[in-house]
């Protein structure tokens, strides 16, 4: 079995590294044996895309600006890990819902 691979690319002459590299310590503290690899890829011109497996979970050109941390948690334990409970992530998304 593969295990998932998420890619972070990221614009260099944005300086986006340390803020893709957040994103990727977040992931693989929240992920430690679901994940094979995170991957962070230089890019250019105001590219910042989270990819999953190949598969888009966040894209600034589309959605504009970055994700909410807890969103990206969300979308990445939707995929690799459904039956984990997120704690207090997955507590504050179920009152923002019921507001």
């Given amino acids: 079995m593969t295990t998932p691979r998420l890619e972070i690319e990221y614009c260099t002459q944005c300086r986006?590294?340390?803020r893709a590299a957040w994103y990727a310590q977040e992931v693989l503290?929240?992920?430690p044996r679901d994940l094979g690899?995170?991957?962070l890829v230089p890019g250019i011109g105001g590219v910042f895309e989270i990819r999953l497996d190949g598969e888009s979970l966040?894209?600034?050109k589309q959605q504009?600006?970055?994700p909410e941390l807890a969103d990206l948690k969300r979308q990445?334990?939707?995929r690799v890990a459904p039956d984990r409970d997120?704690?207090?992530t997955d507590r504050s998304a179920q009152s923002s819902e019921s507001s």
Avoid: K
């Fill in 76 to 78: 990445v334990r939707d």
């Fill in 64 to 66: 504009g600006g970055f």
């Fill in 86 to 88: 997120l704690g207090h």
């Fill in 37 to 39: 690899e995170v991957a």
């Fill in 29 to 31: 503290t929240t992920f």
């Fill in 58 to 60: 966040w894209s600034r």
């Fill in 16 to 18: 986006w590294l340390m």
